[in-house]
């Protein structure tokens, strides 16, 4: 298989991280948000939003429970995840695009 070819699938699957990894990141925040509009909640919109983001944030609500019973810091947490996550996947494609170039 030809380098330029791996170089361009590589930059490819970079670019389409870098593009999605935002709106996954701002679809947290959106259902965090949605917590003080119950009628968002409610919605389509935020069941499919609860169906994607409440697997994730089920473990650290695990490991921190809310304090004083109403201050949720997992939503928190999982934002911090998710940025050391891109950050380290940047990475890697960095050195994988630099390697095979």
């Not at 949605?34 to 409440?54: I, Q």
């Not at 695990?62 to 939503?75: A, T």
Request: no cysteine; charged share 15%; proline share 7%.
């Amino acid at each position: 298989m030809d380098n330029s070819l791996i170089v361009t699938v590589l930059i490819y699957i970079y670019q389409f991280f870098n593009f999605a990894w935002p709106i996954f990141t701002w679809g947290l925040i959106i259902y965090i948000l949605s917590s003080w509009l119950p009628a968002l909640r409610e919605s389509a919109f935020g069941d499919f939003l609860g169906k994607v983001y409440e697997p994730l944030l089920e473990p650290f609500r695990r490991m921190i429970p809310p304090l004083g019973g109403v201050l949720d810091l997992s939503p928190d947490n999982l934002i911090i995840i998710f940025n050391l996550f891109q950050f380290g996947l940047n990475e890697i494609f960095r050195v994988l695009i630099m390697w095979a170039s």
